[in-house]
């Protein structure tokens, strides 16, 4: 069964129309990340979430946002989506933020058109 | 600063011919290196953790060292199946679980 369950697996937005990705996941970890992957690039880290915590990595850009209203679920929200922002999202859950193994989901394919 | 390199980009192997992936990194203080393979579409997919220099770990046709410098991914008598970006992630004292990965190697066995 899935452990990480990230919503819709494909998103057409126009730009500069705001956008939300869905995570959820079934086993309450205690932490959530968001990963960006650009065409054969490598995942680059936006954010996460120590429990309620809110830790966002300093070279990302403020159009992206996220909220974690409860364990089970973590958003991320685009504001105003350039062409540049069309990528691979991936969410991940971990244990603790130390050397625990993170598991990632599918991923959301985001088009920006 | 923490840095991941892999080697080759890309390879291509025939069936049964076995051959070795390279991640090289330097990092402040090693946390954890870990492995990943993802298809195309698809999220990284969960292989392997090492912490210590000589430290092994084996899963089918797959074994992954490590050393104080680099990590490799042995792969022995490749099938089709095994076609697939292999990922390395170095996690570092003080960072909050943050994975940095290398580039990866897109490997492809052909029958």
């Known amino acids: 069964d899935a452990m990480v369950i990230q919503n819709p697996r494909y998103q057409v937005t126009q730009f500069g129309k705001p956008v939300t990705l869905s995570c959820s996941q079934t086993?309450?970890?205690?932490?959530m990340y968001w990963y960006q992957q650009k065409s054969s690039q490598a995942p680059k880290l936006l954010f996460h979430?120590?429990?309620?915590?809110?830790?966002n990595e300093a070279d990302t850009p403020d159009n992206f946002q996220s909220r974690r209203p409860n364990t089970s679920f973590c958003f991320l929200d685009i504001r105003s989506p350039g062409l540049g922002d069309a990528a691979m999202y991936l969410c991940?859950?971990?244990?603790?933020?130390?050397?625990?193994?993170?598991?990632f989901g599918p991923g959301t394919r985001l088009t920006v058109l | 600063e923490d840095q991941v390199t892999q080697s080759p980009e890309a390879l291509r192997l025939q069936e049964g011919e076995s051959s070795s992936l390279n991640c090289s990194y330097t990092?402040?203080?090693?946390?954890?290196l870990f492995w990943y393979r993802q298809d195309p579409g698809k999220g990284p997919e969960f292989l392997f953790t090492?912490?210590?220099a000589g430290e092994e770990k084996e899963k089918e046709r797959l074994k992954a060292t490590l050393t104080k410098k680099e990590s490799f991914l042995h792969i022995t008598a490749p099938k089709p199946e095994d076609s697939a970006t292999y990922l390395c992630?170095?996690?570092?004292?003080?960072?909050?679980?943050?994975?940095?990965f290398g580039q990866g190697t897109e490997l492809s066995v052909k029958p």
């Open positions: 991940a859950i971990s244990s603790t933020a130390g050397t625990d193994t993170q598991y």
């Open positions: 090492l912490y210590s």
């Open positions: 990092v402040s203080g090693l946390r954890g």
């Open positions: 979430y120590y429990d309620k915590d809110f830790n």
């Open positions: 992630a170095v996690q570092a004292d003080n960072q909050g679980g943050k994975l940095i």
């Open positions: 086993l309450n970890h205690n932490v």
